[in-house]
């Protein structure tokens, strides 16, 4: 018989702890410009920050399960924020980073093993689902704050930079992640809402909706119009594009030992 959660089921994993902490120390190194290593800080300090944003996407999925009667989350560690907890750590982790530095998008991860059967009330069911992209939607709001603040005076340009492209990867997992295609948490807003007959038609190819959204973002004329609505969003919150181009250029640090740099992005 499964009980409630213990308190070592939630104990602040030693793994996200350190994950924290890199992150923490290569934001300082973007801060202060140490050892002239801007470009590698800033990869370390997004991936760090990407990588914690994620754990506290799939915490937020078991933390709301908890509450609303699975308590076999506790069990799992889904409540440690340890990313080696997770159902499918490649999907969750791995591969969400790959894409970023293969492609500057914030793909979603596929995550934690919930126990539908526990939880009653279809507004519950929702409310889970929910959950992991309003996480992504509170760190796009605080990624952007000094812009939409107007509170940049001081802020290095380096640091500024990383937070636009780390604001980007935010909104466009937010945005992603809250398509209703199955195998994503916005379907899992809206299937408790179905029918047994739609559900059950739908439930193959559920493994399936991350590739194919991955697959669509390779058509020239889908890509320019997601990115379009992103870069209109972030001009929205006070991004400028040029600002979130920058933090791509210096996140691919490894550009600059070949010359391929944008000398505009310079931060020196």
Known sequence: MTTAATRGD???S??????AAVTAVAGW??????????????????TGAWIVSLCLH????????????????????YLTL????????????????IFVIMGGIGLPGGAVYIERGRIHGRWRHSLISAAGPLTNVA???VCTAPFWLDALDGVPRAFRYALAFLAMLQVTAAILNSLPVPGLDGYGVIEPW????????????????????????????????????VHALLRGLGVEEYQRYCGD???????????ERDPGCAVG
């Open 10 to 12: 939630r104990s602040v």
């Open 194 to 229: 179905l029918s047994y007959k739609v559900r059950r038609q739908v439930e193959p190819i559920a493994p399936f909706g991350l590739i194919a959204v991955f697959a669509l973002l390779w058509i020239p004329e889908v890509n320019i119009v997601f990115f379009d609505a």
């Open 249 to 259: 250029d210096l996140y691919r640090f490894w550009r600059g030992l070949f010359g």
């Open 58 to 77: 799939e915490y937020a999925h078991a933390r709301t399960a908890l509450h609303s009667g699975d308590l076999s989350v506790g069990a799992k560690g």
């Open 14 to 19: 030693p793994v996200f702890l350190g994950i």
């Open 139 to 141: 760190f796009a709001v």
């Open 29 to 46: 190194a973007v801060w202060t410009g140490f050892a002239d290593a801007t470009g590698f800080a800033v990869f370390l300090f997004v």
């Open 82 to 97: 340890n990313p080696l907890k997770y159902t499918h750590a490649l999907l969750s982790i791995v591969l969400p980073v």
